[in-house]
């Protein structure tokens, strides 16, 4: 009996050996690239995802050279055992949207160390952890849009709630700082009230739980705005499924959100914004190419070609109040009953 374990084990570790010879691995006489995004089971992500693969294919990066890695978790803790076993294998660019500000600034330094090319994107870390960030829209330019559609929505006045993602992920943040900022500042936003930013984690169902509390909690709510897709679609669902008065506005996916989208009282989302991740993670692999074969540096004024996408060539500007650098993809994009039709199928 001991025997015949002993052989199945033997033939159960060739089989797996001979599958593993069977995959392509990376080429290290080429360049190699990695993507690593905040989750698995995100649409958004996959989204992501397939623009960078799309751009890899494109540009002749061999099969094994690209890779994208989805933590199973939207957690630091799961993307740093991604980044670690990606230094490993010696990629040669990291292209990464983070869960965290700051946590993960010891293992990108490692790469760093190990000459490994950092690039954000979505999400960014600390500008000393990476050499450029590809922003979706200018954190500004997001908080005007958001601030303006509250407003709107809202009729001018009375109480709005934000439903985020996770209370460390950076975008997530700067966008409802700047927010906040944006309707202190202005007198036209004095009868506006925010009464809680809650956190849905990107979870579907702890999406869905904060918004059943925020209609609970504050029975005069108006708006609640969700810079999130798992978050907006959640919330959604709720509003719609109650026939709740609360309108909604945000972030979303038009293949998610056109269910939910119209200006009358069977939608609960009049509009919204986002803009392709397709396309941003495009700009994540165009600018991972041009790092690693010295086209840019990731210093501010850098240019760099991005094949057909609609801004190229893209030129490395500087964050606010920095002298580190950004790329930015371009301007929210608002999402109505007049075209969310058609763009839920393109993604």
């Not at 989805?70 to 670690?84: G, K, L, S």
């Not at 450029?132 to 709005?160: P, S, W």
Request: proline share 3%.
């Amino acid at each position: 009996m001991k025997k015949r374990l002993i052989c199945l084990v033997l033939g159960l570790a060739l089989l797996v050996g001979m599958l593993a010879a069977c995959q392509p691995g990376i080429d290290k006489s080429e360049p190699s690239y990695a993507l690593v995004t905040k989750a698995a089971g995100n649409p958004y992500n996959d989204k992501e995802a397939e623009g960078f693969t799309a751009v890899m294919k494109a540009e002749g990066v061999k099969a094994g050279n690209y890779i994208v890695r989805h933590p199973e978790a939207a957690t630091v803790d799961a993307q740093i055992n991604v980044i670690n076993s990606l230094i490993s294998q010696g990629v040669s660019a990291i292209a990464i949207a983070a869960n965290d500000a700051n946590a993960l600034s010891s293992v990108l330094q490692d790469a760093a160390k190990k000459g490994i090319k950092i690039v954000t994107l979505d999400s960014d870390v600390a500008v000393k952890d990476r050499l450029t960030f590809c922003n979706q829209a200018g954190v500004q330019q997001v908080a005007q849009a958001l601030v303006d559609a509250v407003y709107d929505i809202a009729g001018g006045e009375g109480e709005y709630a934000i439903l985020s993602a996770t209370s460390q992920a950076t975008n997530q943040n700067a966008w409802i700082e700047a927010m906040k900022q944006i309707a202190a500042a202005d007198s036209k936003y004095s009868k506006l009230t925010l009464v809680e930013v809650a956190y849905g984690d990107d979870e579907n169902q702890k999406s869905t739980d904060q918004t059943q509390a925020l209609l609970t909690k504050y029975p005069n709510l108006k708006v609640i705005c969700a810079p999130t897709t798992v978050g907006i679609a959640a919330a959604a669902k709720v509003l719609q499924d109650k026939k709740s008065p609360v309108k909604l506005t945000g972030l979303g996916l038009p293949s998610e959100m056109a269910a939910y989208i119209g200006d009358d009282a069977d939608h609960s989302c009049p509009y919204m914004f986002l803009w392709n991740p397709i396309d941003l993670g495009k700009l994540a692999a165009y600018a991972s190419i041009a790092m690693v074969k010295g086209d840019i540096t990731g210093k501010v004024g850098d240019k760099f070609n991005a094949g057909d996408m609609e801004n190229s060539p893209y030129t490395l500007t500087a964050v606010e109040g920095t002298d580190a650098s950004e790329i930015i993809l371009g301007q929210p994009f608002r999402f109505d009953g007049s075209n969310i039709a058609e763009w839920a199928k393109v993604y």
